[in-house]
């Protein structure tokens, strides 16, 4: 766990323009940058960020937050790793909390393990690319299958000579541990000596989300029937086969915008494909499909299109793992290359256009497509019908959260249709699959919920809010005005003996104006806000912008989020610079005090009418008719007196 106190120093030292600018061409424009958006395509930019308020907004698509939420938007980490990025970037040494010996133990091997994998991928390119047997065995094989020399780059492609030790020995002469060569797969032992694991072979390096180097893949080069094609990494502490999609730390960018992620099944077709320009890909690697690969796709989209051989072998392995992909309500469509072909040579022969409109053109929902493929299967067989029913009924099964009812309904209406039965008995036939998997997970008790990585250290994003939805009218604007002059402006003079925070912390406890804001989030932001003046600490907008209360982060980010900046132009007609909201923050917080008050005040006459509305006696309706009359004059006064105008 990261202790509190380096949290902050990262948070310090954040510079919004420094950090976005690594992903983002930025241009400055009067007070503040802009840059294409990276979350959407145009060709416009729209995409706007300002220093002092250390946030950015897209016109174009809506999407704000600041720098954390940047990099969990943008590169899908979580914030306990923006945080680790950060850290690195500003070169602060994180200081962990007490941590028992085998969580120790564990993060040394883990970080000798990405060395130990950095120096492996170096040495391997070194031999591609800087020896002559590398380019004449391996540079030319690649240059022959149509790869260029860019993309070996790019994808950090290596080369592994045929000698017994040649890797071992360079990585021993640099100081590595033998036991750490061998937990990482890049050695074995023959002998009581280590020899390299990987000889005579294309390396692959296998990335995981933030780019580092986590394992290897080993293609043989031509033919050899003694040995296996392709050798991996075997499981350790980095490298879990479940949860790595090849490519998916190059994809990542182009799956987001393109809002769908493509699936092959061998790292050469994800290269291929990448290197023509369909960039949004990622390869499973020949195994079936988990949940922790289906969760990664599903933090850059939930448009799924699965791209295998023609073949029998290849439809039956596209359709592996679909029910899983249902149940994380992915939208999974399936598209199978001509017959003969792998993504691969496909691409390389019909180039990148032609290979994205096959896909255009052939894509299928893979369950209507399995139920054609398998009715061809069936034929008028009524046993192997009956099983068609009920695999088609457990696939749609899957689909049974509540966002999901539309679908499951117009599955089950279509695939109805195609094996000619009643739909109501498939419905019927659904709904059982649905009790039945509840039941056996009720029979199984509770399940356990993993311990956090670190206590107080939220995995959810730090900001990134949706746009403020049309319904928020003049009331919500008002609410969020309250708070953002509080944190703006609460440690500024009021007069002679308060704060900004002092004033308005008393006329919210004397007239109970707490009790007239809606949202009560923003109560709980105002409450926030208290705790930390009357503890002697001084509040920053950068103290809540990047609160680890992901909930806090959100609703700042969303308040001191507005789309209205002072024009440069004014400078010029005025021929001095126009006064700034730090120079007029005095009438902003009173405005927004007298809209609680007034609305207090017409609170009041609301209750009041009501209740003379119920008034029986002459007594009461007296009473009640010159409270009326008081708070109406309240209401006058404190707009003569602070200049505010009411509209009815």
Known sequence: MIAPHSIQEVLNRIDIIDVIGEFVKLKRRGNSHLGLCPFHNEKTPSFTLSQTKELYKCFGCGRSGNTIGFLIEHEKYSYVEAI???????????????????????????????????????????????????????????????????????????????????????????????????????????????????????????????????????????????????????????????????????????????????????????????????????????????????????????NLTIIYDGDRAGIKAALRGIDLALEEGLHVNLVLVPDGEDPDSFVRKAGGEAFRNHIRDNRKDVILFQLEVSMQEVGDDSQKKAALVNQIAESISHLNKAEDFTRQQDYIQRSAALLRIDEQGLTNLVNKFIRDRQQKEIRKGPREIPEPDSINQPESPAALPEPMPAFLQGDEAHERGVVRSLIEFGMKPWDDDLTVAEFIFREIDENGLAEMIDNKDLVKLIQAYRTEYEHGNEPTTRHFLYHQDPVMSQLTVSIMDTTHEISPRWKELLDADPPSREDLYKPEVQSCMNYLMIRKIRKLIQDNQKDLEKATSDEDVLLLLNTHQHLKQMEIEITRARGTVIFK
């Open 84 to 302: 680790r990025w950060l850290a690195t970037r500003y070169n602060v040494e994180l200081e962990e909390t007490e941590t028992s010996p085998e969580q120790r133990q564990r993060a040394q091997l883990s970080e000798s393990l990405f060395i130990l994998n950095k120096f492996a991928r170096d040495y391997f390119s070194q031999q591609l690319f800087d020896t002559d047997k590398g380019r004449d065995i391996a540079y030319s094989y690649l240059v022959e299958r149509g790869f260029t020399e860019e993309t070996m780059r790019t994808f950090q492609l290596g080369y592994c000579p045929d000698d017994r030790d040649g890797f071992s020995r360079a990585a021993l002469n640099a100081q590595f541990n033998p036991e750490i060569l061998q937990k990482s797969g890049l050695s074995v032992l023959r002998d009581d000596r280590p020899v390299d694991n990987y000889r005579g072979r294309i390396i692959f390096p296998i990335h995981n989300q933030s780019g580092k180097v986590i394992g290897f893949g080993a293609r043989v080069i031509g033919k050899n029937d003694r040995a296996p094609k392709y050798i991996n990494t075997p499981e350790n502490d980095l490298y879990v086969k479940s949860r790595i999609l090849y490519g998916s730390y190059f994809a990542r960018h182009a799956i987001d915008k393109q809002d769908e992620c493509l699936l092959v099944e061998g790292y050469t077709d994800v290269i291929s494909l990448y290197q023509a320009g369909v960039e949004n890909v990622v390869a499973s690697g020949g195994t079936s499909l988990t949940v922790d690969q289906l969760r990664l796709i599903k933090k850059y989209t939930s």
